[in-house]
C-alpha cells in the first residue's frame, strides 16, 4: 500500500488554512513554501506545515481531506493544537536540497 498524507499549511499570524492530500509530504510542502503569487499558497503566504496526518490508502487520505475542509474554523484550530500546540511548522529542518517544484517538473518535460 502506498503512504498517503492528509495535511493542513497555515498562515501562521492570519490564521488562514490550506488542506490538502498527498503521497508525497516532503515534496508538496517545498511546492507550497515556494508557491508563487498566482497561487492561492502564494497570495495569502500559507506556507507552514502545522498538521500531517499519515494514511495506508488514498482513499482514506482523500476522505479525510474532504471531511476537515468542511469543518468549522474552531475545529481545524483544534486538530492543530492537539498535535502541534505552538503552531511551529513541522518541516523545520527537512533538508529540501536538490528539490525542484512540481510546477517546474511539469513545464520541464
Excluded: C
Excluded at 492528509?6 to 488554512?17: P, R
Aim: glycine residues 4%; hydrophobic residues 30%; charged residues 30%.
Amino acid at each position: 500500500m502506498k503512504t498517503m498524507y492528509t495535511y493542513i499549511m497555515a498562515h501562521i499570524e492570519n490564521k488562514l488554512f490550506y488542506v490538502g492530500v498527498t503521497n508525497n509530504i516532503r515534496q508538496r510542502t517545498f511546492d507550497h513554501k515556494n508557491a508563487t503569487f498566482g497561487t492561492h499558497t502564494g497570495k495569502y503566504n500559507v506556507k507552514q506545515l502545522v498538521w500531517y496526518e499519515v494514511h495506508d490508502s488514498p482513499k482514506t487520505a482523500i476522505r479525510r481531506e474532504k471531511k476537515i475542509k468542511k469543518w468549522k474554523r474552531e475545529w481545524k484550530i483544534n486538530l492543530i493544537e492537539e498535535m502541534n500546540p505552538e503552531w511551529r511548522d513541522l518541516s523545520e529542518g527537512w533538508n529540501f536540497e536538490g528539490y525542484v517544484t512540481s510546477k517546474e517538473k511539469f513545464e520541464n518535460n
